[in-house]
Every structure is written in C-alpha cells, then in structure tokens.
C-alpha cells in the first residue's frame, strides 16, 4: 500500500477530446510526478510538482498540464487527445525529505477512439 | 545519454533458479538506482535501491550488484517462486533531492515456473 490512489481506474475518450486525471497522496507528500506508460514500455517522466509549482518536465507538449493543490492531491490534464496517448498515466509521490524513493499509485487506464 | 538499457527482455527459470536482470548507463549524474516490480493491472512497486557509493544490497530474496566504474547494475532473484512472475524494471534518478526524474529502463518480463 502506497498511499497513493488515482481515479479514474479507467477512460475511454475520443481523439480532440480533453481528460483530466486525478492523484491523491499522503500528508508530507510534497512531490509528486507524473508518468505516462505506454504498453510493453517503461514509464516516461512527463512533469513533477514541488510545493505546488512545476519544477520538472519531460519531452512532452504543452498540451499536457498539471496542477498540484495544498491537500497533497494532483491534476494531469490532456487537451486535444491524440491516438498515441493511449497509456497507463501513472502518478508518483515522495516523502518530504525523503532519499528518492518515488511511490506510484495503481494508474489510470486511458483510451483514446 | 539519459537512456538507461535493460536486458533480456524476457526470461523464464524454473521454480528454485536465479534470474539475472542487467542494466547499463551512460550519464555519471545518476544518482539512485531502483528496481520496481510491476504486475498486470497495476502500478510499479519498489523492490529495492541502491545508490553510486554501495557495491552490493541484499533485502530478502533480492540483491542488487552495482558496478560503478562499468555503469552497470543487475538485479538478482533468489530462489525465485511463481509469485515472482511480473516485469521488473530498473530505474535511474536525475536531478537534485527536490526535483529530478526516474529514467526507466524498456523492462523484463519474468516467468517462474512451477
């Protein structure tokens, strides 16, 4: 148990569509990232939030976004949605003063017709 | 030179044997290198780390070797169980203690059989 929880579990959506994703993690959490892993792949970075601001971000488009608010939880949010953003998006965590171990939540199946 | 190289990428033993899962690098800036396990469904789970500065970590039934000077690391199961059957994944950190990212390797996916 991480104590990390994610919702949806799953989503199906159509390409132009936009989806919102939604973490949440335990007090003293104060990182938390994002992944996208896509299927038969490793997880891909795609931004981190420390304190409530972007403080990292991977190759991927502005059209990925992200909020982090002040009760630990998080917001992916994709726009005009393409093909290839089918994937498991997966959310992550870190301990306030932990040493690097990132926690991961159980995903968000996302497929886009 | 943020990629981080995993192999094989299957591999099945027999109940009782010992699977070997390689990894290699280029950047010198990693710093922390875990090993996640991850079952159809559900996200990765941490198994174990290791950092630059240890050759050797053991926790249970798993043990990470970690060769700094050939920026290779390989993760090792004993007396593995069907139980055990998932994809491993190793991983890579970049970037300070506050930010930084896990740069995962392609993965392996392991079959124990009985």
């Known amino acids: 148990e991480t104590g990390v929880t994610q919702s949806p579990t799953h989503l199906i959506k159509t390409r132009g569509q936009q989806v919102t994703l939604r973490c949440s993690s335990q007090?003293?959490?104060?990182?938390v990232s994002w992944y996208q892993q896509a299927l038969g792949q490793g997880p891909q970075f795609i931004f981190q939030?420390?304190?409530?601001?972007?403080?990292g971000r991977g190759n991927f488009p502005p059209r990925f976004s992200g909020l982090q608010f002040p009760n630990y939880s998080s917001e992916l949010n994709v726009n005009a949605l393409e093909l290839d953003d089918s994937a498991l998006y997966l959310c992550a965590s870190r301990r306030t003063g932990g040493t690097g171990e990132l926690f991961f939540g159980e995903g968000s199946r996302l497929t886009v017709l | 030179q943020q990629q981080v190289k995993q192999s094989p990428q299957s591999l099945i033993v027999q109940k009782g044997g010992i699977p070997i899962i390689n990894c290699a690098y280029e950047n010198t800036a990693f710093d922390y290198f875990p090993w996640y396990q991850q079952f159809p469904g559900k996200g990765p789970a941490l198994l174990i780390a290791i950092r630059p500065d240890v050759s050797e970590k053991k926790e249970g039934r798993f043990t990470i070797s970690f060769n700094k000077s050939a920026k290779q690391f390989s993760l090792h199961i004993m007396d593995s169980q069907p139980g055990d059957s998932a994809t491993y994944f190793c991983?890579?950190?970049?970037?300070?203690?506050?930010?930084?990212?896990?740069?995962f390797g392609q993965g392996t996916e392991l079959s124990v059989k009985p």
């Open positions: 991983a890579a950190h970049y970037g300070s203690s506050r930010g930084g990212k896990l740069i």
């Open positions: 939030y420390y304190r409530e601001e972007e403080n």
């Open positions: 007090s003293g959490h104060n990182t």
